[in-house]
């Protein structure tokens, strides 16, 4: 949905750059929002932490680039690396989990 917005309701209102930043958002929450549920709903609560992990990380990843691109100060511009991180140790975390036999 987020997607669609950008592509047909924002695309004569923002310029390149921030059309630029809102589905590079869009690519990155979508995917990983789907993960962080498949975890959470997995049942498995080793990997509960990859999930939040995951799932904060690219709520606020995205958050702060849908915020630029909709004309939020650029010093939030800072923040979406915590984001980025965020998601890293998040997908760290479970691939340790994962290579970890199960008892």
């Known amino acids: 949905m987020l997607g669609a917005?950008?592509?047909h309701a924002l695309k004569g209102r923002l310029d390149a750059e921030?059309?630029?930043?809102?589905?590079?958002?869009?690519?990155?929450?979508?995917p990983?929002?789907?993960?962080a549920v498949a975890l959470g709903v997995?049942?498995?609560?080793?990997?509960?932490l990859s999930g939040w992990l995951l799932g904060g990380g690219a709520a606020l990843f995205?958050?702060?680039?849908?915020?630029?691109?909709?004309?939020?100060?650029?010093?939030l511009g800072a923040v979406t690396p915590?984001?980025?991180?965020?998601?890293i140790l998040g997908?760290?975390?479970l691939a340790w989990k994962a290579s970890r036999p199960r008892p």
Do not use: D, K, N
Request: no cysteine; proline share 2%.
């Open 5 to 7: 917005f950008g592509a």
């Open 18 to 30: 921030a059309l630029g930043w809102w589905q590079t958002a869009v690519q990155y929450l979508l």
């Open 32 to 35: 990983i929002a789907v993960l």
């Open 42 to 48: 997995s049942g498995r609560t080793e990997v509960r």
């Open 62 to 75: 995205a958050a702060t680039l849908f915020a630029m691109a909709l004309g939020a100060p650029r010093w």
């Open 82 to 87: 915590v984001g980025g991180a965020a998601m």
């Open 91 to 93: 997908w760290a975390l």
